[in-house]
Structure formats: structure tokens, C-alpha cells
């Protein structure tokens, strides 16, 4: 088992920026590929961002230039610093996190972004 706990949401103004941090315990030596998701009101919960444990990303095309995605193994944690904010990207964000030779993902409880004009 896994356990994920966000920590960093709030409210910003647009424009502004925002870090996001989640840390992992639990059987974390499976730990594999994290990443950050997010689910608007009335929207479909979307990829952000997700990070090997070697470092290789990739980020939705919404949030590319603006947002950047890093982990510590060290610290069983995974970031995402969130620059140039707009309202668009107020939802929740969940962490997310799969595990070597197993087929279950596992789901903080999410933190709330809201972006205001």
C-alpha cells in the first residue's frame, strides 16, 4: 500500500504562482511513475504532468511552459511548481502514483486550486 498526502493548494490571483507538493509513504520502494492530475467542475479528470523515476516528463499540452513537474527519491516526494496561472486552471489536483510489477495506481485525497481574474 501507498499512501499520498497533498499539501500547497490554495487560492492566486492569475498570473501568479503556486507549488504543489506530495509525499508518498507506505511501500514506497515501488514506487515507479508519479504525477499530478487535476478535475474541474462538470470536466473529465485530466492528466497534468507525470515524472519517471528517472527524470523523463511529460505535461498536457494546456499546462506545457508554464508548469514543471520534479521529484525527490530521496524524499519520496513529487512537486509541481505552477507559473503564469489562469482561471482555467482552478480544479482539484490529485497526486498519482503506480508501482513496480503491479497493475494499481494509488490517489492522494487532492488540494484545491482556485485561480481568480
Known amino acids: 500500500q501507498v499512501q499520498l498526502v497533498e499539501l500547497g493548494g490554495g487560492l492566486v490571483q492569475a498570473g501568479g504562482s503556486l507549488t504543489l507538493s506530495c509525499a508518498a509513504s507506505g511501500s514506497i520502494f515501488r514506487l515507479n511513475v508519479m504525477g499530478w492530475y487535476r478535475q474541474a467542475p462538470g470536466k473529465q479528470r485530466e492528466l497534468v504532468a507525470r515524472i519517471t523515476r528517472r527524470g523523463n516528463t511529460n505535461y498536457a499540452d494546456s499546462v506545457k511552459g508554464r508548469f514543471s513537474i520534479s521529484r525527490d527519491n530521496a524524499k519520496n516526494t513529487v512537486y509541481l511548481q505552477m507559473n503564469s496561472l489562469k482561471p482555467e486552471d482552478t480544479a482539484i489536483y490529485y497526486c498519482?502514483?503506480?508501482?513496480?510489477?503491479?497493475?494499481?495506481?494509488?490517489w492522494g485525497q487532492g488540494t484545491q486550486v482556485t485561480v481568480s481574474s
Open positions: 498519482n502514483a503506480d508501482v513496480i510489477s503491479g497493475t494499481t495506481n494509488y
